[in-house]
C-alpha cells in the first residue's frame, strides 16, 4: 500500500472551487480555496502496477507542484482537457525519482527525471506521425493503448503521479540524473525542458526583442532558455515580486518591468506608439518581436498587446482564461502553442539544469500529509518568495 | 501707499503661519527665531489699463509708435505668452487681451490685411481652443481662430528658419512666419524678472534646436538667480539671441506687470500677513480649509484651477524689448523684492497647487521639483536664501500622479529615468536626446496636449543648481516612496522635517521662511 494524493470526479467540489476562484477575492486566496474545495484527497491505495514490458516503478523524491496542477485544483483549467485525462488520478508530472526495477540500459535504483508525457511508445501503439518524429508531445495517441487515457503521468489514472510514493514509467519517460545535479536541481529538469521547447518552437531571429511575460517558474526558466540555446537580443521580463525581479536579472533580463509600466517601458525601448482604448488596457503600435506567455493564462492579454506586428506570441503556460483576439487579427499576430517538451530537449535540460544558477529555486518542501499547506504555499508562491514548492513523498 | 516687504522674527507673539501646501494649506507653528519673507503689500493697479495701452502704443520706448510701424500689405505677427503665466489665471478680460484687441485696431485702421496670431508656447503644450479663447477674447478669437490664430509648433520643420547663429555658436532657430514678417509684436505678462525681454521671441518662438543652447544643466547652474538676468547664465544666452534677432527682425514688445493680488476676495486671507487676520479672515481660513479639505480631489483640483486672480496691472510698456524689459523688471522688482539679511541654514517653502506647467492640469512630482527646486529657490538676488550645504524643506503632497494626455514623457522620465538616477549631468548625457526625438512624443506634443518629450528633463535641469547648492531635500506631508525616487526625503511634520535636517546643519540652525505666494524675492545680502 501506498500513500497518494488523489484527484477524483466531483462535480460539486469542481464547480464551486471553479466558482469560488473566479471571483475577485476568492482569485486573491486561491490557494486556501484550492486546498479546501477541490476535489483531492490523501488517501492509502495499492501499488500501481506495471502495464508492461519495459516500464518500471518509480519512488519520487521530489514532485513539483507546477502551475497546471494549480489550475487544476481552482477548477480554471480548460474543460477542453476532460477529454485528455482519467479518473481518479495522482497528479504530479514535475519528478526526480528512484528506479525499483531493472530497465535495459537502466539499473533498479537508478534516480530519473521523469519526461511526463505518454506517448505512443509508453502506450505499446505503432508510432503516431508526430511520435515517429521524436515530437511525442504533439503524440495522437494519448488515449489509446495500455495505459488508461491521460495526456502525461499525473493526469493518468492508470501510471500514478508524483503526488505519491510510487508512480510507474516507461523506460523511455526516464532519463537518468548525474550525480552533479541534486535532487533540487534535477526536480527542476522537467520544466526546463518544457522552457527549452518553447524556445525552440519558432525560430528566434538574432537579436529579436523578446518580453517574457510571467516570472514564476516558467518564466524564469524561459529566460534562461532564451539566453541559453537562442540568439534573441533584448529580453524584457514582467515580474510582479521582488525576488522575481532579481532571479530574472540574474539569468539574463535586459530588463524587468511591473505589468503597470510594461507598455510604456516596451514603448521606450522598442519605439512605437501608446494607443489608449476607451475600455481596457493600453497596447502598442510598435512592440517586441516575440512575447512568450508564462503566466498560464493572466498575462496573455498583455502579451498581446505588446507585440508588434507580425510578431509572435508564444503561448507557454497552460491557458486558462478568455482573452480578446482582436490584436492577433488587427496586428496579424502568429499565436503558438508551445506544450511540454520534445525529443532533444531533456537531455539538454539536464545539462543546463548542471550550469545554471537555478540553487534556492526550490525553497519549499512538504510532505505529502501537509499538502493543504503545500497547494496554498504554491498558490502565493510569488508573494512569498518562492519559485517552486514541491512534495517530499518520502517524508511523513 | 503699499507698505514695502520685510522679514519677521517669529517670537511667542507670532501667531501660526500660512504655508501652501499642494492643493490645500495649513498654519504651520515656526520655531522661535526663524525669519519670515514677506513680499511687499500688494502695489495698486492701473486704474484706466486701456488708455495706458493705447499710451504705451503711441508713446514708445526706443521705437516709433506702433500705428507708424504699420502699412498696408505688410506682414504682421503677433505673438502672445501662453497660458504658463500669470499663475494663478488672471480674471478676464485677460490683459493680453485688451493689448491685442488695440494692436489689432491700429493694423485695421492702417490697412494691414495680413496678420497672423501665435501663442509662444515652445516646447509647453498646446493651448485648447476654449484656452486660446480666454486669453485673446472671443471678438479676436473668433475672428482669427484656426487659421490665423494658432499655437506655435516647435516640430514643424517646414515653418521653422534658422534665422542665424550667436558669436557663441548658438542656434537661432524660430518659427518661420514671425522671422519672415515685417513685424512681430509681442504681447507679455511678466510675472517674474525671468520672463519678458529678450526671452520673449528668442524661447517663445523656438525649436528644440535653439533651446538646448540655454535650457541644459551647465547653464542652468550658472545661472544665480534665474530670476536675475544680470547673473543669468541663460538670459546672457538669450540676449546673445536677441541680438541676432534684431538684426533680420523688427520686434515691438508689449509687457506687462502685475501686483500682488493673486487670491480672490473670498480667500483674501491668504494675500495678508497672519497677524493681520480680521475675525473675519479667521472665518474664512477654517470654513475654506474645511471645505477644501472634503472636497473631493478631483474637484477639488477644478476649483482652484478656476480661481482666477484679481491682478492689477501696475505698467504698460511697449516699444524696443531691451529698453521696454528695463522698466518691466524694476515694476516686478517693486512689487516682489524684500531686503534679507544673509542665507539661513534652513529655506522653507510651501508650494502651491500650481505652476507653470500644470495649468488646468496636475501637478506631478516632476513639476513639484521644478516650482520648488527651480522657480521658488531661485527667487533670490544675491546669492540663495540657504547656504550652501544647507537643507531646503518644501511643504507638498508629491503625489505619484500625472496628467496622461498633458504629460505622457514625464511618466516615462519618472519611471524609467528616475528609477536609474537623480543627477541631471546623467539624465541630460545619457537621455536627452532620446527624449527629445521621441516620435511618439514628438506626435503628442503637434497632435495632442502634451508637453514636448523633452520637457520633463528641462524641468529636472531647473533644479539642477538647487540640487548641486543643497545638502538635503526634506518634503514635508510628502509621499515617501515618490520622494525617495527623486532623492529627497518625506516628513510627517516640520518637527520631524528638522530632526532630520540635524546631520547636515546641527541642532540650532537658523531657518527662513520664504512666504510665498505671493510672489517674494529675496535680495539676499
Same mark, same amino acid.
Request: hydrophobic fraction near 40%; aromatic fraction near 8%; glycine fraction near 10%.
Given at each position: 500500500m501506498i500513500? *497518494?494524493?488523489?484527484?477524483?470526479?466531483?462535480?460539486?467540489?469542481?464547480?464551486?472551487?471553479?466558482?469560488?476562484?473566479?471571483?475577485?477575492?476568492?482569485?486573491?486566496?486561491a490557494g486556501v480555496f484550492a486546498a479546501n474545495l477541490s476535489p483531492l484527497r490523501l488517501i492509502n491505495r495499492p501499488d500501481p502496477?506495471?502495464?508492461? /514490458?519495459?516500464?518500471?516503478?518509480?519512488?519520487?523524491?521530489?514532485? =513539483?507542484?507546477?502551475?497546471?496542477?494549480?489550475?487544476?485544483? *481552482?477548477?480554471?483549467? +480548460?474543460?477542453?482537457?476532460?477529454?485528455?485525462?482519467?479518473?481518479?488520478? *495522482?497528479?504530479?508530472?514535475?519528478?526526480?525519482?528512484?528506479?525499483?526495477?531493472?530497465?535495459?540500459?537502466?539499473?533498479?535504483?537508478? $534516480?530519473?527525471?521523469?519526461?511526463?508525457?505518454?506517448?505512443?511508445?509508453?502506450?505499446?501503439?505503432?508510432?503516431?506521425?508526430?511520435?515517429?518524429?521524436?515530437?511525442?508531445? $504533439?503524440? @495522437? /495517441?494519448?488515449?489509446?493503448?495500455?495505459?488508461?487515457?491521460?495526456?502525461?503521468?499525473?493526469?493518468?489514472?492508470?501510471?500514478?503521479?508524483?503526488?505519491?510514493?510510487?508512480?510507474?514509467?516507461?523506460? +523511455?519517460?526516464?532519463?537518468?540524473?548525474?550525480?552533479?545535479?541534486?535532487?533540487?536541481?534535477?526536480?527542476?529538469?522537467?520544466?526546463?525542458?518544457?522552457?527549452?521547447?518553447?524556445? !525552440?518552437?519558432?525560430?528566434?531571429?538574432r537579436g529579436a526583442s523578446v518580453v517574457v511575460v510571467g516570472a514564476g517558474t516558467v518564466g524564469l526558466l524561459t529566460v534562461l532558455a532564451l539566453r541559453e540555446c537562442t540568439e534573441a537580443g533584448p529580453i524584457y521580463v514582467i515580474a510582479k515580486h521582488g525576488h522575481q525581479r532579481e532571479r530574472a536579472r540574474e539569468l539574463g533580463a535586459t530588463e524587468v518591468l511591473s505589468a503597470n509600466r510594461a507598455a510604456r517601458a516596451l514603448r521606450r525601448a522598442t519605439g512605437g506608439f501608446l494607443a489608449h482604448p476607451e475600455r481596457g488596457e493600453e497596447f502598442l503600435l510598435g512592440g517586441v518581436d516575440m512575447a512568450f506567455e508564462c503566466t498560464g493564462g493572466s498575462g496573455l492579454d498583455t502579451a498581446l498587446r505588446l507585440t508588434r506586428a507580425g510578431g509572435t506570441v508564444l503561448l507557454s503556460g497552460m491557458p486558462n482564461g478568455s482573452v480578446d483576439l482582436t490584436p492577433v487579427w488587427f496586428r496579424e499576430l502568429?499565436?503558438?502553442?508551445? %506544450?511540454?517538451?520534445?525529443?532533444?530537449?531533456?537531455?539538454?535540460?539536464?545539462?543546463?539544469?548542471?550550469?545554471?544558477?537555478?540553487?534556492?529555486?526550490?525553497?519549499?518542501?512538504?510532505?505529502?500529509?501537509?499538502?493543504? @499547506?503545500?497547494?496554498? /504555499?504554491?498558490?502565493?508562491?510569488?508573494?512569498?518568495?518562492?519559485?517552486?514548492?514541491?512534495?517530499?513523498?518520502? !517524508?511523513? | 501707499?503699499?507698505?514695502?516687504?520685510?522679514?519677521?522674527?517669529?517670537? &511667542?507673539?507670532?501667531?501660526?503661519?500660512?504655508?501652501?501646501?499642494?492643493?490645500?494649506?495649513?498654519?504651520?507653528?515656526?520655531?522661535?527665531?526663524?525669519?519670515?519673507?514677506?513680499?511687499?503689500?500688494?502695489?495698486?493697479?492701473?486704474?484706466d489699463v486701456d488708455a495706458r495701452i493705447r499710451e504705451a502704443l503711441l508713446n514708445p520706448l526706443g521705437s516709433e509708435p506702433l500705428?507708424?510701424?504699420?502699412?498696408?500689405?505688410?506682414?504682421?505677427?503677433i505673438v502672445f505668452d501662453d497660458l504658463s503665466i500669470p499663475l494663478p489665471q488672471m480674471r478676464t478680460p485677460d490683459v493680453r487681451q485688451r493689448i491685442i484687441e488695440q494692436v489689432l485696431e491700429m493694423a485695421a485702421a492702417a490697412g494691414v490685411d495680413d496678420v497672423e496670431l501665435i501663442a509662444g508656447n515652445a516646447l509647453h503644450r498646446r493651448m485648447t481652443p476654449a484656452e486660446l479663447k480666454r486669453t485673446v477674447g472671443e471678438r479676436v478669437f473668433r475672428s482669427f481662430?484656426?487659421?490665423?490664430?494658432?499655437?506655435?509648433?516647435?516640430? @514643424?520643420?517646414?515653418?521653422?528658419?534658422?534665422?542665424?547663429?550667436?558669436?557663441?555658436?548658438?542656434?537661432?532657430?524660430?518659427?518661420?512666419?514671425?522671422?519672415?514678417?515685417?513685424?512681430?509684436? %509681442?504681447?507679455?505678462?511678466?510675472?517674474?524678472?525671468?520672463?519678458?525681454g529678450p526671452k520673449s521671441v528668442s524661447v517663445g518662438l523656438a525649436s528644440y534646436r535653439s533651446l538646448k543652447h540655454h535650457h541644459n544643466v551647465h547653464t542652468l547652474r550658472h545661472s544665480r538667480s534665474f530670476n536675475d538676468p544680470p547673473n543669468s547664465a541663460m538670459h546672457h544666452s538669450y540676449h546673445r539671441m536677441a541680438g541676432v534677432l534684431d538684426e533680420h527682425v523688427k520686434i515691438f514688445q508689449i509687457e506687462t506687470s502685475l501686483n500682488n493680488d493673486t487670491f480672490p476676495t473670498q480667500l483674501g486671507f491668504l494675500n495678508k500677513r497672519e497677524w493681520e487676520w480680521t475675525l473675519k479672515d479667521q472665518a474664512a481660513y477654517l470654513a475654506v480649509k474645511r471645505a477644501n479639505d472634503l472636497t473631493p480631489a478631483k474637484q477639488r483640483r477644478q476649483i482652484w484651477h478656476r480661481t482666477a486672480a484679481p491682478y492689477g496691472i501696475t505698467s504698460v510698456t511697449a516699444g524696443d524689448p531691451g529698453a521696454v524689459h528695463e522698466v518691466t523688471l524694476q515694476h516686478v522688482l517693486r512689487q516682489q523684492l524684500t531686503e534679507v539679511n544673509g542665507p539661513s541654514d534652513i529655506g522653507i517653502w510651501g508650494l502651491p497647487y500650481i505652476c507653470p506647467y500644470n495649468v488646468n492640469s496636475i501637478m506631478n512630482p516632476i513639476l513639484m521639483m521644478s516650482l520648488g527646486l527651480g522657480y521658488f529657490f531661485n527667487l533670490y538676488r544675491g546669492q540663495p536664501l540657504v547656504r550652501p550645504g544647507g537643507v531646503a524643506i518644501y511643504y507638498h503632497p508629491v503625489s505619484n500622479e500625472f496628467h496622461p494626455v498633458h504629460h505622457p514623457s514625464y511618466i516615462d522620465f519618472y519611471e524609467e529615468v528616475l528609477a536609474e538616477t537623480t543627477d541631471p549631468v546623467a539624465i541630460e548625457a545619457k537621455y536627452e536626446e532620446q527624449f527629445a526625438t521621441d516620435p511618439w512624443y514628438t506626435h503628442l506634443y503637434r497632435n495632442s496636449y502634451a508637453y514636448h518629450g523633452v520637457h520633463p528633463l528641462y524641468m529636472w535641469y531647473w533644479g539642477a543648481h538647487a540640487l548641486e547648492h543643497l545638502g538635503q531635500v526634506i518634503v514635508?506631508?510628502?509621499?515617501?516612496?515618490?520622494?525617495?525616487?527623486? =532623492?529627497?526625503?518625506?516628513?510627517?511634520?516640520?518637527?520631524?522635517?528638522?530632526?532630520?535636517?540635524? &546631520?547636515?546643519?546641527?541642532?540650532?540652525? *537658523?531657518?527662513?521662511?520664504?512666504?510665498t505666494p505671493p510672489l517674494v524675492m529675496a535680495d539676499v545680502r
Amino acid at each position: 500500500m501506498i500513500i *497518494t494524493l488523489e484527484y477524483y470526479r466531483s462535480m460539486t467540489r469542481y464547480v464551486a472551487g471553479r466558482g469560488v476562484t473566479s471571483t475577485r477575492v476568492g482569485g486573491r486566496a486561491a490557494g486556501v480555496f484550492a486546498a479546501n474545495l477541490s476535489p483531492l484527497r490523501l488517501i492509502n491505495r495499492p501499488d500501481p502496477d506495471r502495464p508492461g /514490458h519495459g516500464w518500471t516503478r518509480v519512488r519520487p523524491l521530489l514532485s =513539483g507542484i507546477c502551475g497546471s496542477d494549480l489550475g487544476l485544483l *481552482t477548477g480554471r483549467n +480548460s474543460p477542453y482537457l476532460s477529454a485528455l485525462v482519467s479518473m481518479p488520478f *495522482t497528479p504530479g508530472h514535475e519528478v526526480v525519482g528512484e528506479t525499483l526495477d531493472e530497465l535495459d540500459g537502466l539499473p533498479k535504483g537508478s $534516480r530519473v527525471v521523469m519526461d511526463p508525457v505518454l506517448g505512443c511508445e509508453p502506450r505499446g501503439v505503432r508510432a503516431c506521425p508526430s511520435c515517429a518524429i521524436d515530437e511525442h508531445s $504533439r503524440c @495522437d /495517441h494519448i488515449t489509446a493503448g495500455i495505459v488508461s487515457p491521460g495526456m502525461q503521468t499525473g493526469y493518468c489514472a492508470g501510471t500514478g503521479g508524483g503526488w505519491s510514493r510510487m508512480l510507474v514509467a516507461h523506460g +523511455s519517460q526516464l532519463h537518468r540524473v548525474p550525480d552533479s545535479l541534486d535532487n533540487e536541481q534535477a526536480v527542476l529538469v522537467e520544466p526546463l525542458a518544457c522552457a527549452i521547447h518553447s524556445v !525552440r518552437r519558432v525560430p528566434i531571429p538574432r537579436g529579436a526583442s523578446v518580453v517574457v511575460v510571467g516570472a514564476g517558474t516558467v518564466g524564469l526558466l524561459t529566460v534562461l532558455a532564451l539566453r541559453e540555446c537562442t540568439e534573441a537580443g533584448p529580453i524584457y521580463v514582467i515580474a510582479k515580486h521582488g525576488h522575481q525581479r532579481e532571479r530574472a536579472r540574474e539569468l539574463g533580463a535586459t530588463e524587468v518591468l511591473s505589468a503597470n509600466r510594461a507598455a510604456r517601458a516596451l514603448r521606450r525601448a522598442t519605439g512605437g506608439f501608446l494607443a489608449h482604448p476607451e475600455r481596457g488596457e493600453e497596447f502598442l503600435l510598435g512592440g517586441v518581436d516575440m512575447a512568450f506567455e508564462c503566466t498560464g493564462g493572466s498575462g496573455l492579454d498583455t502579451a498581446l498587446r505588446l507585440t508588434r506586428a507580425g510578431g509572435t506570441v508564444l503561448l507557454s503556460g497552460m491557458p486558462n482564461g478568455s482573452v480578446d483576439l482582436t490584436p492577433v487579427w488587427f496586428r496579424e499576430l502568429n499565436l503558438v502553442g508551445a %506544450y511540454a517538451s520534445g525529443g532533444r530537449d531533456f537531455p539538454h535540460a539536464l545539462e543546463l539544469a548542471a550550469q545554471a544558477p537555478l540553487k534556492g529555486y526550490v525553497d519549499a518542501v512538504y510532505p505529502l500529509s501537509r499538502w493543504r @499547506d503545500a497547494i496554498g /504555499h504554491a498558490a502565493a508562491a510569488g508573494r512569498l518568495g518562492t519559485v517552486k514548492v514541491v512534495f517530499d513523498p518520502t !517524508r511523513d | 501707499m503699499s507698505r514695502p516687504g520685510f522679514v519677521l522674527e517669529v517670537d &511667542e507673539r507670532t501667531p501660526a503661519l500660512l504655508m501652501h501646501q499642494g492643493e490645500g494649506f495649513r498654519l504651520e507653528k515656526l520655531p522661535l527665531g526663524s525669519r519670515v519673507v514677506y513680499p511687499p503689500e500688494s502695489l495698486p493697479g492701473l486704474r484706466d489699463v486701456d488708455a495706458r495701452i493705447r499710451e504705451a502704443l503711441l508713446n514708445p520706448l526706443g521705437s516709433e509708435p506702433l500705428p507708424d510701424l504699420l502699412h498696408a500689405g505688410m506682414r504682421l505677427t503677433i505673438v502672445f505668452d501662453d497660458l504658463s503665466i500669470p499663475l494663478p489665471q488672471m480674471r478676464t478680460p485677460d490683459v493680453r487681451q485688451r493689448i491685442i484687441e488695440q494692436v489689432l485696431e491700429m493694423a485695421a485702421a492702417a490697412g494691414v490685411d495680413d496678420v497672423e496670431l501665435i501663442a509662444g508656447n515652445a516646447l509647453h503644450r498646446r493651448m485648447t481652443p476654449a484656452e486660446l479663447k480666454r486669453t485673446v477674447g472671443e471678438r479676436v478669437f473668433r475672428s482669427f481662430f484656426p487659421h490665423h490664430l494658432r499655437n506655435h509648433d516647435a516640430e @514643424d520643420r517646414a515653418n521653422l528658419v534658422e534665422v542665424g547663429h550667436t558669436k557663441h555658436g548658438e542656434v537661432v532657430e524660430i518659427n518661420k512666419r514671425a522671422a519672415t514678417s515685417d513685424l512681430i509684436v %509681442y504681447v507679455n505678462v511678466t510675472l517674474t524678472a525671468m520672463s519678458g525681454g529678450p526671452k520673449s521671441v528668442s524661447v517663445g518662438l523656438a525649436s528644440y534646436r535653439s533651446l538646448k543652447h540655454h535650457h541644459n544643466v551647465h547653464t542652468l547652474r550658472h545661472s544665480r538667480s534665474f530670476n536675475d538676468p544680470p547673473n543669468s547664465a541663460m538670459h546672457h544666452s538669450y540676449h546673445r539671441m536677441a541680438g541676432v534677432l534684431d538684426e533680420h527682425v523688427k520686434i515691438f514688445q508689449i509687457e506687462t506687470s502685475l501686483n500682488n493680488d493673486t487670491f480672490p476676495t473670498q480667500l483674501g486671507f491668504l494675500n495678508k500677513r497672519e497677524w493681520e487676520w480680521t475675525l473675519k479672515d479667521q472665518a474664512a481660513y477654517l470654513a475654506v480649509k474645511r471645505a477644501n479639505d472634503l472636497t473631493p480631489a478631483k474637484q477639488r483640483r477644478q476649483i482652484w484651477h478656476r480661481t482666477a486672480a484679481p491682478y492689477g496691472i501696475t505698467s504698460v510698456t511697449a516699444g524696443d524689448p531691451g529698453a521696454v524689459h528695463e522698466v518691466t523688471l524694476q515694476h516686478v522688482l517693486r512689487q516682489q523684492l524684500t531686503e534679507v539679511n544673509g542665507p539661513s541654514d534652513i529655506g522653507i517653502w510651501g508650494l502651491p497647487y500650481i505652476c507653470p506647467y500644470n495649468v488646468n492640469s496636475i501637478m506631478n512630482p516632476i513639476l513639484m521639483m521644478s516650482l520648488g527646486l527651480g522657480y521658488f529657490f531661485n527667487l533670490y538676488r544675491g546669492q540663495p536664501l540657504v547656504r550652501p550645504g544647507g537643507v531646503a524643506i518644501y511643504y507638498h503632497p508629491v503625489s505619484n500622479e500625472f496628467h496622461p494626455v498633458h504629460h505622457p514623457s514625464y511618466i516615462d522620465f519618472y519611471e524609467e529615468v528616475l528609477a536609474e538616477t537623480t543627477d541631471p549631468v546623467a539624465i541630460e548625457a545619457k537621455y536627452e536626446e532620446q527624449f527629445a526625438t521621441d516620435p511618439w512624443y514628438t506626435h503628442l506634443y503637434r497632435n495632442s496636449y502634451a508637453y514636448h518629450g523633452v520637457h520633463p528633463l528641462y524641468m529636472w535641469y531647473w533644479g539642477a543648481h538647487a540640487l548641486e547648492h543643497l545638502g538635503q531635500v526634506i518634503v514635508v506631508g510628502g509621499d515617501r516612496r515618490t520622494c525617495e525616487r527623486m =532623492g529627497f526625503r518625506a516628513a510627517t511634520t516640520l518637527n520631524d522635517a528638522l530632526e532630520m535636517a540635524r &546631520e547636515k546643519v546641527g541642532g540650532s540652525p *537658523t531657518i527662513t521662511y520664504q512666504h510665498t505666494p505671493p510672489l517674494v524675492m529675496a535680495d539676499v545680502r
